[in-house]
Structures are given as structure tokens and as C-alpha cells.
């Protein structure tokens, strides 16, 4: 549905995207995951015939993107990073613009099955400019669904969002997963695992890693870790747990914290388990823990080039992660 | 073209929906009827000719033609709005012919309501019809070629102000350009006897309706919205 071959643009003399390939099967929802100025946007932008590329081919729906723009363009549906929404007119008013532009046939019916998908039929006779922030990006997202295309190009759709919106909009663009093809670019690492069959991780202009959710997370994660915490550990404690068979390494983590890192599939739990009661080390909890998406992304983004700023702070994306739940 | 029904038609209820309409057209019915009654009292002729040809209308023309018209692209291209249109299947001149037919719908209404003028003018003394329905044709012509250059202007920056004064320097230069005759050479001279934008229109004060003046208009207006066009597209080679 969507064929992209070395696409590569450039601004001026910076290159933001580098012989960027990729394609995205009919009924597939792919996941665009990268740090902010990665090229997410560029690539969306020409996707959606914004604009030209600088060299390679570009086709969505069996149409080439700068050769037959406009029949492209008439299969995308494109939910912009700053929602474009004019503020003077009423949602009803600006998706009946959205869908007479578009050619669609029964525009009353087009409008009333966006309004209810998006639960925005509440607002369909309000100004957009008196719209709360999550209100706007569902008009928007609306706006991009109105003609039922073929495909869905969503730059950041649940940002702005509350916890219950972003879970109603995750579930509206997985319902559309089968019938549309759907891309959307995201910060948010869970909404990725939960919303997308596939993901794809860009830095700096080129594809680092391409695969499912899950793949990519137990392909990089290499052995199991397990925290440990232990009430009353002798100073000989982390020497001896290392010992145990199937234990890579042990890190002592603040006061009373062990990071144990295991080998391949063997679970040394049951022993560091029994080894603690033996020596009466008090344990308080043992947790085995499983390498998540975003530490993935951040080993999969960072490299000694880029400035600490450029890196996703965890705990941002953690509380996001509580948020979407 | 079904598409430049659909941009003029929201485009003309932004129009309505912002004020900048009323405010132009009252503005504009104000200092222009203000003008004429001076000119009518002190010249005691039942004629449009004085007004019409005043250096305030023309310089006012300019001011509201391009504020008028500073709105339609600049601001679309600073909120983002100009993605939705450049996405949908939608041709960049389609997108210019939209803005610029509502822009002209607006003036020519605004044209309309000064049309009570005239009604005084007929009531008061015995003008000659002709002559003022030839200068009003004048004006409106005037006012359409300006306001393509409004759209140009506008077409260029994401700023209304930088439009507006941009558009207002450009109709000047090209109204102040035949001054520059007088340092060229005779091949150089006729063309550029050819373009000050006011010159073409005081043979329609006069009665006179000359199809070379309404060309010089019309392909005037066509020039630039096509260049408006073509700075939509360069957009996207960004």
C-alpha cells in the first residue's frame, strides 16, 4: 500500500532523510517511533505529497507520490503535527469543507459517521477556536478520516489528549488496523506496542531498526535481569550471588538493591532465592525485569555523537506510560 | 473548479466571520462619501469624475485592496492550515482562485454599496449614466488587478503586515514606474509606458471603455496569481 524506495530529502546543505526505505502492507498499522528531529515529520510530509522529496520513489495506493500527487492524495488521510483547523467556523462546517474537497459523494453521512467515531458530536455545532486542546486534535483526526481513505498518515495523533481520550483514540485507530493502512508517528513508546504490528525506529534520517513490538524488545534485551533487595546482606553478598550458575554480573543498586544479569534463558531465580534465605539476608523482593521498549529506543538512538539533551528522558516517558493506562 | 467553488465559499464566510471586512467597508463608505460631498459642494457638478480620480480614493484603494486581501494566504501558512489544503486533492491555482475570488466578491460588494452615490448624484442634477457606470467599471477593474497583487503579496510570507506593505509597495512602484520613461531608450519606453496601474483607468472616468485597459487589467490580475501559484509550489521544493 504504501512502497517507499531511498527516499532521501535534504534542506539546503542537512540532510534530514537517508536513503530511507521501507514499505507498509495493505490493513497494516506501523509504528513510526525516533527522537524529535529524527525525521518523522519529513517523511509523513512527503508521504502526503507536502512536499517533494530529493531523490528516491515514493507510492501510496499503486500512485507515485510527485508524478500522480493529486490521485495519491486523494487515498491519504493526513492528521498533520499542528492540527490544521481553521477556528472561525464550526466543526460541522469545517469537516463539510474537509469532505467537499475530497469529492465526497454523501457528505451529511460522512460527517455524522466521523462525529460519532471520534466522539466529537457534542462540539459539531461549536466553534473550533472555543474547542479544548483534545477536542481540536479529534477534529483534526476526524478530518483526516472524513473521505475514508485508503491510507492514514497520523503525525502524534493522542498527544494533547487525556488518559481516557488517548485510550478511545488508540482503540479507534486500531479498529481501523485491516481496512485502512495506517502510519503514525508517536513519543509515546507503549502506544506503540499496543496499537502497531510493526514497528519502525529512525534517527537522524535512517532506518535503525525495523520489526514487531515484541521482537524487537527480546531481540535486544539478550538475557533476563532480576532486582534484588535485600534487608540484611552481608558486604560479600554481591560476590557470592555473581557466583551463582547462569549469572552474568551483579550491580549494587543504592542501599540494599542488587541488579543481577542473567545469561541467555537460564533463570537462576531459584537459586538466588534460596541462597538468600540460606545465608538469612532478609529478602524483601525479588522482581524479574524485562528490558521495555523505550530502553530499546534509547539504545537504539543514542550514540556518543548526540547530545545528552537528544536522548529521551525515562522518567518523562514512564509517567506517559502510567497516563495511557 | 469545483474546488475553487469550495475555497471561495469558506473563504468568503471567514470573511463574514472576521472583521476586518466590516470595518474595511465602513471605512472606506466613510471617507469616500465624506470626499465626494467636499467635491460636490465645492464644484457644484453632478459628476463622479472628481471623486473617482482623487488621489485619496486611489491611494485608499491600494490600502484596502491589500488589506484586504493580506489575510488569505499569509495567515494560513502561519497556523499550518495550508497543509490541510496542499494534502487534499487539491491544485495550488485552485487553492489562489478560491481566496481570490472571495477577496473580489467582498470589494465588489463593497463597490456596490457606494452605488448610492450615483442615486444622489441622479436625484440632485441630470449626471451622465453612462460616464459613471464606465467609471465604476474602471474601478472595479482597478481594484481586481490590485487585489491579485494583495494575493501575491500575501502568497509570499506568513506575516498579514509584511503583505500588506508589501503589496501596497508594489501597486505604488507600479503606479510611480512611468516616471522611468524618461531615462530609457524608445524600445524600453513603450513597454514601460505600458504598466502604471493607474494610468489604464482614466479613460473609464471619461466614458471611454477601451478593451486595451481592460486587458491591461485582466492580465494583470492573471500574472499574479499565477506567480502566486508558482510561490505555493516553491513552497513545497523547500
Redesign the interface.
Known sequence: MISVQGLTKDYGLVRALDELSFSVNEGEILGFLGPNGAGKTTTMRILTGYMPPTRGIVSVAGYDVVEQSLDARRHIGYLPETVPLYGEMTVYDYLDFCAAIRRVRDRRQAIDRVLEACDIGDVSDHLIAKLSKGYRQRVGLAQALVHDPAVLVLDEPTIGLDPRQILSVRELIRGLGGEHTVILSTHILPEVSQVCQRVLIINRGRIVAEDTPERLTSALQGGTRVHLRLAKASPEAAGMLAGVPGVRSVTPIGVDGYEVICDGADDPRPELAEMAVHRGWGLLEMRSVAMSLEEVFIQLTTDEASPPEERVPAGEVDDRREEGR | M??VY??AR?EL??YL??PIAYVVAAVYLAVLGGLSGFILYYSREATLRYTLTHGVTLLFLVLVTQVLTMRLLADEQR?????????????DWEVVVGKYLAGLAVFALMVLLSGYFPIVLMRIGDPDVGVMLSGYLGFLLLGSALLAIGVFASSVTQNQVVAAVLGMGIAILMWLSGALTEFVGEGLRTVIEYLPIFDHYFDFVRGIIDTRHILYYVSVAVLFLFLSARVLEAR???
Open positions: 469545483r474546488n469550495y475555497v469558506r464566510n471567514a466571520a472576521s497556523q499550518g492550515t495550508i497543509e490541510l489544503l496542499l494534502t487534499s486533492p487539491v491544485r513545497r521544493w523547500r
